[in-house]
Structures are given as C-alpha cells and as structure tokens.
C-alpha cells in the first residue's frame, strides 16, 4: 500500500542546528552551521516508513530571526506546496523552538486549507547525544498525514504530544516537555501504534479565519509589568509610534497606577492597547473598574500570541475596537 504523501518544509533552528560536538547541547549557535533540509532528512532513514517525504526547503535560519518578516512568505509557501500538488497529505514545518508557537500561531489564524499542517522542533541539536530531532519530525510527519488530526487547524508535535498552536507555549529552556498547553492540555499523542486524540480545539481556526496574510502588518510592540514601574516602558514604545501595545500585566491582568495612566495616554493617541498578563496562564477578563476604557481584553492568550492576533486584526480594512475585541473573543 502505498504511503501517504507529506511535505517537509524547514525553516531552520535547533532541529537543523550542527554542534562541535555530540555533548553541545547548548551553545551549538557558535558554529554557524545548520543542515540544509535534504541533509537533516538524510539522518532519518525511519522518515521513508511512515509516509513519502516531499521535501519543500523554505530557508534556514536560527527562530530569533523569523518573524512577521518571514509569516506571509511562509504562509504562501505552503498553501503553494499544497496547491501544487493535490495528492499530499498534510505539511510539516521544522522549526526553532523560540519562535515557534508565534509562527504556529500566525498561520493558525491566515493559513487557507483543510490540511493538517504540523509545527515541529527540537530541544537538542540532530549533532547532539540523545536528540529529540528526529523523533519528533517522523512523529510530526505522523500527525501530519493522520485523519484523525484532520479539521483541529494548525498543531505542534513535539516531546510525543500533540498541542494546538493557539493554546501551546515553551515554558522551559532545555527541558525536552518544553511544550505544554497550561490552561486546557495537549491534544493527544503520537504514540507508536497510533495517533491517539482525546480533544479538538472549539476556537475557529484555519482555514475559517477573515485574516489576510499578504496584507501590511502594523507594528504592536509588548510591554510587561513588573513592581513600581512607572509606566515608562509603555511610553517609550508610545514614541515609536506602533499601531498597537499588549501589556502583559500582573495577574489576572491589572497594572501600576504608572501604567494606567501611561494607557490612558496610548488610547487616547489612537493606538490600540490590549491588557494580558504575565502569568503563565488564565483569562484576562473585562473589569472596567480597575483598567481605561476602550482597553481589549487578551482572553487567555499569551502576550506573544495577543500581539500577533492585534498584528492581524489591525490590518483588517475595518477594524474597530469592537472587532478587534471579537477577534480575542473569538480566536
């Protein structure tokens, strides 16, 4: 029976990265040296046993790099791929574990196909002892061609979990179970015998999203509170005149006296300003009494995640403040 078809595209980072030595775990970004895509897959003969890789290189480069730069390109690179050839399965992107969520996130909300499309990375280097380089591409592969997987928008596989990219973060350096989800948990696994899911996201998702990839992203800058600031991060990133300012304040989404009124004045310069929290999970929700009027609320999203969905919604023709609320509401 003939093995179902999955495109590889990698972008670069850890997964791709070539250390001095099996034991460079960490500092293997001195080298300078990453893998090229067909030289990566080359390592993982057991690749060939589970589906028919199509290797689709995109560019590699470290995840500190990728950024809203990169997105549309990337989008447009897989939808692409995927209209170029009808008979794949799914797609996997390879990817650096910084940006990762931010990137899965991105193309969670503009990509436009059914397909399942699966974000992996890696916590050690392919060069390194125990690496989880390419476990997890065959894993993502998995999940990539999978029915099962089909219809939850775009995911991230690695650590043998399966997470939406709406609800997964990094939340530890090295650590292999970097990825987690903390307010709902992962999706399922992909075990040995088969991919096994427990749950579907209920958030809309691609392709049933109105954003627009190609279209101009406003700049949205992040500030977070921290004990006695004065609101002096929030009006130095006034003067660089974005479009918009998420505020990752204290839990569940308060500020400093100094910072409210630094708000006050964003909002009234016409930016718009979205109030999340810097803690690790939880919703923020809408207490009138405690922030300025005509603040957005981050729902439970990231302050990461609050800028790219702000990004996004900012360029939409129409966007009001109300649209934009509905779009944290929503997605």
């Not at 130095?236 to 990752?248: D, F, S, W, Y």
Request: charged share 20%.
């Amino acid at each position: 029976m003939a093995l179902p078809r999955v495109a590889i595209v990698g972008t670069g980072g850890t997964i791709a990265s070539v250390g001095v030595d099996s034991l460079d775990l960490t500092a293997y970004v001195r080298t300078g040296k990453v893998y090229a895509l067909d030289e990566l897959l080359a390592q993982v003969p057991e690749l060939d046993r589970v589906v028919e890789p199509v290797l689709v290189p995109f560019r590699q480069v470290h995840s500190t790099a990728i950024g809203p730069a990169d997105w549309p390109d990337l989008t447009a690179h897989i939808e692409k791929t995927l209209r170029d050839d009808r008979s794949l399965q799914g797609v996997v992107v390879t990817h650096g574990t910084a940006t990762l969520e931010e990137t899965a996130y991105f193309l969670n909300l503009t990509l436009k196909t059914n397909k399942t499309v699966v974000v992996v990375g890696a916590q050690r280097p392919p060069t390194g002892i125990s690496t989880d380089a390419f476990l997890n591409i065959v894993n993502g592969a998995r999940v990539a061609a999978a029915p099962e997987a089909r219809g939850m928008g775009v995911l991230v596989c690695l650590n043998d979990e399966i997470h939406a990219a709406r609800d997964v973060t990094k939340t530890s350096t090295l650590r292999l179970q970097t990825f987690r989800s903390p307010d709902f948990g992962l999706l399922g696994h992909a075990d040995n015998d088969r991919i096994a899911i427990y749950r579907r996201p209920v958030r809309a998702h691609a392709p049933n999203t109105p954003f627009d990839a190609f279209k101009p992203l406003p700049r949205v800058d992040v500030a977070i509170s921290y004990a006695g600031s004065d609101g002096g991060q929030i009006r130095g990133l006034m003067a660089l005149k974005p479009a918009g300012i998420v505020v990752g304040g204290f839990a569940p989404g308060l500020t400093t006296p100094g910072e409210r009124a630094a708000m006050e004045d964003a909002i009234a310069a016409g930016i718009a300003v979205v109030q999340g929290t810097r803690a690790l999970s939880g919703r923020v929700v809408a207490i009138s009494d405690y922030r300025p009027a005509g603040v957005i609320v981050a729902d439970n999203l990231s302050v990461q995640k609050a800028r790219v969905l702000l990004m996004l919604a900012l360029a939409e023709a129409n966007c009001s403040l109300a649209s934009i609320q509905k779009a944290f509401d929503t997605y």
